[in-house]
C-alpha cells in the first residue's frame, strides 16, 4: 500500500515527499513521534528538495568557471605575498 503511495506522490511530482516516507519508513526513530510531526518532517524535506532543485537549475545557467568548486575548499591559512 506504502509503494502505491509513494508512486502517487512521484507521478505528483512531490519527490521529495516520497524520499521523506520511504526515509521514514527505514529509520525507527520517526516511530515515536505523532502524525502532525512526521507530516512537518514530509513538508520540510520537500521544500528542502524543492530549494536545492531550483539552487541547482541557477548554478547551471549562471556559467561559473570552476563548477565544482565550494566554500568549504578554501585553504585560509596560506598567506598572501
Known amino acids: 500500500m506504502i509503494e ?3 508512486e502517487k506522490l512521484s507521478m505528483m511530482k512531490l519527490h ?3 524520499e521523506g516516507i520511504t526515509e521514514q519508513m527505514h529509520n525507527p526513530a ?3 513521534l ?8 514530509l513538508v520540510d524535506k520537500e521544500k528542502l528538495f524543492r530549494e536545492n532543485r531550483y539552487l541547482k ?3 547551471s545557467k549562471a556559467h ?12 585560509f591559512r596560506t598567506r598572501r605575498a
Do not use: K, Q, W
Request: proline share 3%; hydrophobic share 45%.
Open 4 to 6: 502505491a503511495t509513494i
Open 16 to 18: 521529495g515527499m516520497a
Open 30 to 32: 520517526y516511530r515515536d
Open 34 to 41: 505523532s502524525f502532525e510531526e512526521r507530516f512537518g518532517f
Open 57 to 59: 537549475v541557477l548554478a
Open 64 to 75: 561559473f568557471r570552476h563548477p565544482s568548486a565550494c566554500f568549504e575548499n578554501i585553504d
